[in-house]
């Protein structure tokens, strides 16, 4: 069997309570405004490196517990106690490089809210742009975010496209989306 070329002929024959089409069918792609919730795909992203994304998604909603929703502020705080609980979490992926950088990303997006009025906003400046110059600017700005990251967070998010082929019935529906 040839292996898919892309998500979408992946999950093509995937059921529809299959995770991966669940993601696919409803947030890949899709466009995410609130500032928690874009830094809680980054969260998930940075800690996918080297992980299958079936794995991420399986332990989605343990990240979303184990980091507080998603909540920027309380994550940048967080301290020893903390990560102590997380390294000892067996819901989510115990890397302690990947829970640092979660932390410090989370002080970061706090300067850029302080500076731009939001995440998003920081995001929506610097778009449109190359997959180069967002590469750049998140290793200037972020840990551990290379190039595969990056992509995934900004294609995932919608500030790239690639998300969907357009022979794909959720193409159709972002286009719907962004274009109401």
Same mark, same amino acid.
């Given at each position: 069997m040839e292996k898919p070329s892309t998500?979408? /002929?992946?999950?093509? +024959?995937? =059921?529809k309570n299959n995770i991966n089409r669940i993601y696919h069918d409803t947030q890949y792609g899709f466009p995410v405004t609130c500032d928690n919730e874009l830094f809680g795909r980054l969260i998930l992203e940075i800690n996918q490196a080297g992980l299958s994304w079936t794995t991420i998604l399986n332990k989605q909603e343990n990240f979303r517990k184990a980091f507080s929703n998603f909540n920027i502020t309380k994550i940048a705080s967080f301290k020893e106690k903390q990560? =102590?609980? *997380?390294?000892?979490? $067996? +819901?989510?992926?115990? #890397?302690?490089?990947?829970? #640092?950088?979660?932390?410090?990303? =989370? #002080? !970061?997006?706090? =300067?850029? !809210?302080?500076? @731009?009025?939001?995440?998003?906003? &920081?995001? /929506?400046?610097? @778009?449109? #742009?190359? *997959?180069?110059? &967002?590469?750049?600017?998140?290793? !200037?700005?972020? $840990?551990?975010?290379? +190039?595969?990251?990056?992509r995934e967070f900004l294609t995932s998010t919608g500030y790239l496209k690639g998300a969907h082929i357009p022979s794909c019935p959720i193409y159709q529906k972002l286009l719907a989306v962004n274009n109401p």
């Amino acid at each position: 069997m040839e292996k898919p070329s892309t998500y979408c /002929d992946y999950v093509s +024959g995937l =059921a529809k309570n299959n995770i991966n089409r669940i993601y696919h069918d409803t947030q890949y792609g899709f466009p995410v405004t609130c500032d928690n919730e874009l830094f809680g795909r980054l969260i998930l992203e940075i800690n996918q490196a080297g992980l299958s994304w079936t794995t991420i998604l399986n332990k989605q909603e343990n990240f979303r517990k184990a980091f507080s929703n998603f909540n920027i502020t309380k994550i940048a705080s967080f301290k020893e106690k903390q990560i =102590a609980e *997380l390294l000892n979490n $067996k +819901g989510i992926i115990r #890397n302690k490089l990947k829970i #640092n950088a979660v932390i410090y990303n =989370a #002080n !970061q997006v706090i =300067a850029l !809210q302080k500076e @731009h009025g939001s995440f998003k906003k &920081w995001l /929506d400046k610097n @778009h449109p #742009n190359s *997959l180069p110059y &967002w590469v750049k600017i998140f290793k !200037q700005t972020f $840990k551990f975010t290379g +190039g595969e990251i990056t992509r995934e967070f900004l294609t995932s998010t919608g500030y790239l496209k690639g998300a969907h082929i357009p022979s794909c019935p959720i193409y159709q529906k972002l286009l719907a989306v962004n274009n109401p």
